[in-house]
């Protein structure tokens, strides 16, 4: 958990890592749209990401991931080790002294923008082992690198952030100009304020907001129908559902891979998993339990 002082931007600090051979069947996952960003240490064997022909592209060992319009694929092999800062949603811009567009769609190496503190601290992270009882320093590795770097909220980013928290709320089923409204803005003025901080539109966000929660009443009760989770997000009807669906991952619904490995999906869910890393457990743990069980 971040600090108190930290904790209207950050949402919280991770860490993953486990030795997967590069033969298991757990060894890639791919991951969805959602709306996080986040900067992430590679500390242990690189996870790499697979292209459209299998060709695997290295990411730099400190990066910035910021939201990505398509689906991608990892792959995990050897000795992985990962540590990384989630930042609330639509907070991300502060830290990065720019709009989150600069890392859509690519994960941004921060060499330029940390410098010689994001590589100390990526020392220090190595120093302390992911994977041993010294592993809970982290927060206060991530605490003492963030203060440096705390922002000033003005007047117009809070607006902003209340208008993201807004739309969450709803799970994207309130109307831009209600939440326009709500913030006393203008649809345009909210509309240009939002994407120049966040890099997409509202109405994107909403949508993306709605995805992510078909996704989680998905596997959190998988016997559920379509039709039925199409109602409870609040789509139009199934056909609706559908096409958005197919929007975020290229394919319909029941294409996803139910099957997903616990690494992807602790990844991609992070931020609703909050509560389980803060009362001390490790995603090693719910790794074993996974591969047992499947």
Sequence with gaps: MPCPALRPWVSLYWTIYGDIDSCAEIS??????????????????????????????????????GHFQTPFTLRFVGRFALAGIEFQRGKAHLFLRDSERIIQNRFAELEGLYGR???????????????????????????????????????LDKIIGAAVESIIAST????????????????????????????????????????????????SNPYSTWPQLAYE????????????????????????????????WAMVEMCSYAAAWDSGKDLRCRIRTMRKQG
């Design 233 to 264: 997000c609040g789509y139009f009807d199934q056909a609706h559902m559908i096409r958005e669906f197919n929007s975020f991952t290229g394919g319909p619904p029941g294409s996803e891979g139910e099957s997903q490995s616990v690494v992807g």
């Design 28 to 65: 890639t996952q791919t991951l969805y749209p959602c709306s996080n960003c986040s900067v992430v240490f590679q500390l242990g064997e690189s996870v790499d990401v697979l292209d459209g022909s299998g060709a695997t592209r290295s990411r730099p060992r400190i990066f910035a991931k």
């Design 117 to 155: 503190a994001g590589e100390r601290l990526s020392e220090r992270l190595e120093e302390a082992g992911i994977g041993s009882p010294r592993r809970s320093v982290i927060p206060k590795l991530f605490d003492e690198f963030l203060l440096n770097y705390k922002p000033v909220e003005t007047e």
């Design 172 to 219: 994207g089923n309130t109307s831009i100009a209600t939440v326009a409204s709500d913030v006393s803005m203008s649809v345009r003025q909210l509309q240009r304020q939002f994407k120049h901080r966040l890099g997409y539109s509202p109405r994107y966000f909403s949508r993306l907001i709605r995805f992510r929660s078909l996704i989680r009443k998905r596997r």
